[in-house]
């Protein structure tokens, strides 16, 4: 999220790029290790489409990319964001005290010790970037400054009294690796203990929480302190709904992460014999290197990576999103219903959007195949109601969005494009 990446991106966007807009609102500065180019994460897009609409509400938008050595940036990254892209060397500390933390969870890990899976605040800020932001700031005097992660948050404290500073979390840390060590899946990325995840979203004027859940503990986690709280999603340019297709087709958009990958499997292994029991006409085209993590099967198809996804939503008639575990929102379930096709989801792809299970998307528990498949032949066999459900979809992706442009101009102050 560099970040255990989540899902592909599943819009098209058409918003205006960075510093395109007569700037009538704030000056604003995105700090990231995690780069919006190549948009080929849910992390990415989200960073990609939120620094667009902010530029679309009429703020001069920035962008801090922290690069480690070696590791380079997409030309992507300099025709979007011109020369507002400001590259500062980053590498994660380093040093004999952290070397003795690793050698530490290490052992805590052996040992099976929840602590194991814990880090310090500040385990992966690089010292140097202090001095490098005060410089970036003392250039160009931004107003407001967005961190992306709280693993960054320490860049916060860098800026001087009337620089509103706002961490973009993502997700919640505290004790994260739980939810995947629980669903038996190795956990390799951040985790925190709550004392520090309070300590370190409340060095920010504000915290952006991914979904009304995490909102609440977030607000109770800093309650006492003068840091707010306010939910942004996904706030994105829907594309064009698709036509949906007649052929008994659906389709799963994922990248090559152990969440997807595992859901992947679980589809392939026990849902789509289901299907193709009841319908052996069913085909299932998979998009994305997440189809790397299956073998091939009757009724599948692979598409691979897709530059228009669009047009492989046009292919299929119904969406799936088969995750049985994660935490934050669920963006590819969120894009997904913006094209307007009916979605059928486990209860871990809808987190987030629960509020519009049953209407705009069909939801089945997490481990129950037959369940699932049920759901898919009932949509594929009933037009009808396949139909409503896109119009229901796409009725529900504008509404969120509409709401969570809301919250994004309410923290930022809006500008007019």
Known sequence: MNAQPMDPPVHEPALRRPGTAAARGGKVLVVSDVPPFPTSSGNRA???????????????????????????????????????????????RRGPAWAWEHAARRLRQRLNLDAGWLWTLDAWYDDRLDARLRELQAREGFDTVLIEYVYLSRAACVFPPGVRTVIDTH???????????????????????????????????????????????????????????ETVGHVFEPAAPVR???????????????????????????????????LPDFELLIAGDVGQAVADAPGLRKLGRVTAIGEAYAQAALALNPVRSGTGLCIKSLETLAYGLPLVTTRSGARGLEAWAGSAFSM??????????????????????AEAMGRSARAAALEINRVQLAALRRLLGRGEA
């Open 364 to 385: 089945v528990p997490d481990d129950d195949p037959q369940a699932m498949a049920a759901a898919i032949c009932t949509l594929l066999r009933r037009d009808d109601q």
């Open 171 to 229: 997700d919640r840390f505290t004790r994260r690796h739980r939810a995947a060590r629980e669903a038996g899946q190795a956990y390799g990325w951040f985790s925190l203990a709550e004392a520090d995840e309070r300590r370190g979203l409340a060095r920010a004027d504000a915290v952006i929480a991914i979904q009304d859940d995490e909102a609440a503990f977030f607000s109770a986690l800093l309650a006492g302190t003068s840091t707010t709280v």
């Open 244 to 278: 949906r297709a007649r052929a008994r087709r659906a389709l799963l958009v994922g990248s090559h992460n152990p969440v997807n990958a595992e859901g992947a499997r679980f589809f392939v292994g026990q849902v789509l014999p289901r299907v193709r029991h009841e």
């Open 46 to 92: 989200r960073i990609r489409t939120l620094t667009e609409v902010i530029a679309g509400l009429g703020h001069e938008l920035h962008f801090a990319a922290l690069v480690r050595p070696g590791s380079g940036l997409d030309p992507q990254m300099s025709r979007h964001y011109g020369r507002r892209l400001h590259v500062l060397p980053f590498e994660r």
